[in-house]
């Protein structure tokens, strides 16, 4: 199993910057990659960015050019976010997809609030 916790979220206010992270324990060596999420109450739930074991990444095009995905040599993925906007306001998750049972694991979250 694999447990993650998130941190860094808060308020800041637009243009501003926070940097999120993803801090991971447990079967470390199962993970294959990391999946930030932002989901607003009554939204659809949003992939945001990933990132693989090989350093493979990909972002939603509203975060294109803005947030970066990447991590640390051992446990803890992050999630720079720069020139954040009021939309950028949500909670952020962070998933893990294991290998090889192909399980995903998420973290509960945490608030980032974006003012205008």
């Known amino acids: 199993q694999v447990q993650l916790v998130e941190s860094g979220g808060g308020l800041v206010q637009a243009g501003g910057s926070l940097r999120l992270s993803c801090a991971a324990s447990?079967?470390?060596?199962?993970?294959?990659?990391i999946t930030w999420y932002r989901q607003n109450p009554g939204k659809q739930r949003e992939m945001v960015a990933f990132?693989?074991?090989?350093?493979?990444t990909n972002y939603a095009d509203s975060v294109k050019d803005r947030f970066t995905i990447s991590r640390d040599n051992v446990k803890t993925w992050y999630l720079q976010m720069n020139s954040l906007k009021p939309e950028d306001t949500a909670v952020y998750y962070c998933a893990a997809y294991t290998e090889p049972n192909g399980m995903d694991y998420w973290g509960k979250g945490t608030l980032v609030t974006v003012s205008s």
């Open positions: 447990g079967s470390i060596f199962s993970i294959n990659s």
């Open positions: 990132i693989t074991m090989d350093g493979y």
